[in-house]
């Protein structure tokens, strides 16, 4: 069975770090792309950041980039997301999920971020 | 950045009424579009892929029609399961936008 399961989540205070952590299992994780998505309170679901199987390729959303870094450890079957100079604004639930063939086939429970002083 | 904009933003319906989403990007994404399913407290679902594949697993009274621009979710007749928020994104370029969601109500 496909498990995801996000951690690191918690209250910061604007200008801070936090990183978050997605524990891959049930699948080759070295052999699939993956992906942060995050919901703010009331609001919509928006992608944040992109990472190939083997880290070639990267790609973020223009409102994280030069604050937040993706990477993975394929040895560990871990995803990151090193979050810096945190805002109010990025106050969220963030979702690790995987990259199917076509589309976002398989997401984690979702860890909470809140930043506010 | 490619825009997707969903209609309407919210709908309320019966349980068995036939159901249709919107979503129109803004500019062609050939048929790199995707739907997911969001409930309270829960992690999206895939729901339809490449604008008319259905995920596995996936109920056959949900089914997906478009390309290019203009795209459709559509449910056959709606079951209790089925309230809650629905997303398109689209799949052909970076940053992977989402639609604003379509929130189905219960009437």
């Known amino acids: 069975e496909v498990q995801l399961v996000e951690s690191g989540g918690g209250l910061v205070q604007p200008g801070g770090s936090l990183r978050l952590s997605c524990a891959a299992s049930g699948f080759t994780f070295s052999g699939y792309s993956m992906n942060w998505v995050r919901r703010a309170p009331g609001k919509g679901l928006e992608w944040v950041s992109y990472?190939?199987?083997?880290?070639?390729?990267?790609y973020y959303a223009d409102s994280v980039k030069g604050r937040f870094t993706i990477s993975r450890d394929n040895a560990k079957n871990s995803l990151y997301l090193q979050m810096n100079s945190l805002r109010d604004e990025d106050t969220a639930v963030y979702y690790c999920?995987?990259?199917?063939?076509?589309?976002?086939?398989?997401w984690g429970q979702g860890t909470l971020v809140t930043v506010s002083s | 950045d490619i825009q997707m904009t969903q209609s309407p933003s919210s709908l309320s319906a019966s349980v068995g009424d036939r159901v249709t989403i919107t979503c129109r990007a803004s500019?062609?994404?050939?048929?790199?579009l995707n739907w997911y399913q969001q409930k309270p407290g829960k992690a999206p679902k895939l729901l339809i892929y490449?604008?008319?594949s259905l995920q596995s697993g996936v109920p056959s009274r949900f089914s997906g029609s478009g390309s290019g621009t203009d795209f459709t979710l559509t449910i056959s007749s709606l079951q209790p399961e089925d309230f809650a928020i629905y997303y398109c994104?689209?799949?052909?370029?970076?940053?992977?936008?989402f639609g604003q969601g379509t929130k189905l109500e219960i009437k």
């Open positions: 500019q062609s994404i050939s048929s790199y």
């Open positions: 490449a604008a008319s």
């Open positions: 999920a995987r990259e199917g063939i076509v589309g976002l086939d398989y």
């Open positions: 990472i190939s199987s083997s880290s070639t390729t990267i």
């Open positions: 994104q689209q799949s052909y370029s970076t940053p992977r936008t």
